[in-house]
């Protein structure tokens, strides 16, 4: 198989809802709307929400019913980047190669469109197109593992730790742990979610468990080596900026050479913790391995 | 009845749930934990869940087992007013009595902290507690309804125009609008969630909607009210703000006189609604009038 095609295929779907989700730029009032729409639409991979669909299509289920939930994931993601690029945060200028939300509208709307998506992302995943396709029960299991995963489980202490650690010099423990809840927890939770949501059994939940913490670590030593090694142009967001505000990285703490073959180690284990699923988990597999290889 | 002793013993229940839904202050890492409990502990009157845990009981619910549920709703309550609070936003440096959460633990984790109790309120509301108890359709029916009222449908298009108007002319139309998007939505969605968790049907659902638009109305009108009339060391928090930011209010587009006859035919409305329930509705009758009445 064709993982780029493959990938694009799915990003297609989740754009598509993505663009029925967002109100139009002119509804009332405009200024909240076209932020939501600037640092949505057209931005990003689209990873989690594809997660959540190949796994749920893994365990048999009927994933095309499962676009607005996965969806409400992205709107998850999105909302953090948006208050992790405030001035108060990360003071990020740009993000996917256009001025970030405070830049464009002014921390007032920049905040009040972070905490717009994350309540959507609710609203979208309690929709009756939902409970009409889907036990309810999984619906509830499923918002449980991501609320956690986006809140002091996950995202908010992973994103508090690097800020307060920045300056500071620590370990890879504490790196591990911060990158775990930062960036790892939701992409774990998206796989989680797709298998919750099709119904899995204990075994596919703890394998997909095990597949899900090895990605997304080696997501976020994926995006520390791309911060030493990219160039503005590729990524769309400011390079370089980790080492400048300070912050540990894997690459700063283990080298580059030593990161990489991390992300390999990682990545592998990944794909052995599919083993149960045979052929059909090959999406998967190949998804670990393209985000291991990617450039941007 | 006794309303004053009424809402005490609710309160009571409230806080002891809250005190367990939130981790201790030394968890790691410690700040945002420190902010999470000096905003939400010992503070406000918890009028929303108790809302949901009055209008669950009229309905034949068991509202014991709704006490998670019904914190979920004043966690939300608590995160907007830790974002409403900063710079960019109404830059108050008071709430409740106490510092507000930024000026006392510094931008970055009150906006964090904010997050995390947006977040905190779904994982709390998917609970299993609360689908061992309750039906996981009408949990998921009435975890929509709160993130409507708190998003875009609601709070955040509400904070989002009294930001974008202030020092600007208005008509009541539009304040109106204001106020029942960023305060009444929440208060209409807390009474809602309380009717469709204990099965409520349509016309009962009806009778708690006209109930929950009213008194969410009135209730801002009051605050209007109060912050022309009532003193800093009553209410905890800076008064006259809102003249001083040129916010519009009721008192000072229709006169004190006349916003406070517009608060008590309000009430009135509020009880009529619950005309059906007979005398098993004075609770919630002597809650609106409590409501209308208070001086803090």
Do not use: W
Request: negative net charge.
């Amino acid at each position: 198989m064709d993982v780029e095609s493959f990938l694009k295929e799915r990003k297609i779907l989740i754009d598509a809802e993505l663009e029925k989700i967002l109100p139009p730029e002119d509804t009332f009032p405009a200024s909240i709307h076209m932020a939501l729409r600037h640092s949505v639409i057209d931005g990003g991979k689209r990873i989690r929400p594809i997660l959540t669909l190949v796994v749920n299509e893994l365990v048999g289920g009927n994933y095309q019913t499962l676009i607005p939930f996965a969806c409400g994931i992205e709107l998850i993601h999105a909302y953090s980047l948006i208050h992790d690029d405030l001035p108060a945060m990360d003071n990020s200028d740009f993000r996917r190669g256009k001025p970030s939300c405070h830049k464009a509208f002014g921390e007032t709307i920049a905040l009040l469109a972070g905490d717009a998506l994350l309540t959507l992302a609710f609203q979208v995943m309690t929709d009756p197109v939902l409970y009409e396709t889907h036990h309810p029960l999984s619906i509830v299991k499923a918002i449980h593992v991501i609320a956690q995963a986006a809140g002091l489980q996950g995202m908010v202490t992973g994103q508090t730790l690097d800020i307060e650690t920045q300056g500071k010099v620590f370990d890879l423990p504490l790196l591990e742990y911060i990158h775990t809840h930062k960036t790892g927890a939701l992409i774990l939770a998206a796989v989680k979610a797709g298998a919750i949501l099709g119904e899995a059994g204990e075994d596919a939940l703890e394998a997909f468990t095990n597949y899900g913490k090895t990605i997304g670590l080696a997501f976020q030593i994926t995006d520390d080596v791309l911060d030493v090694m990219g160039s503005t142009q590729t990524l769309g967001k400011e390079t370089g900026l980790d080492s400048m505000q300070g912050k540990a990285t894997y690459p700063g703490l283990l080298g580059l050479k030593e990161s990489q073959k991390r992300i390999r180690e990682l990545t592998q284990h990944a794909e052995q913790a599919l083993s149960q699923f045979g052929r059909k988990a090959e999406p998967l597999k190949q998804i670990a391995r393209y985000l291991a290889e990617r450039t941007k």
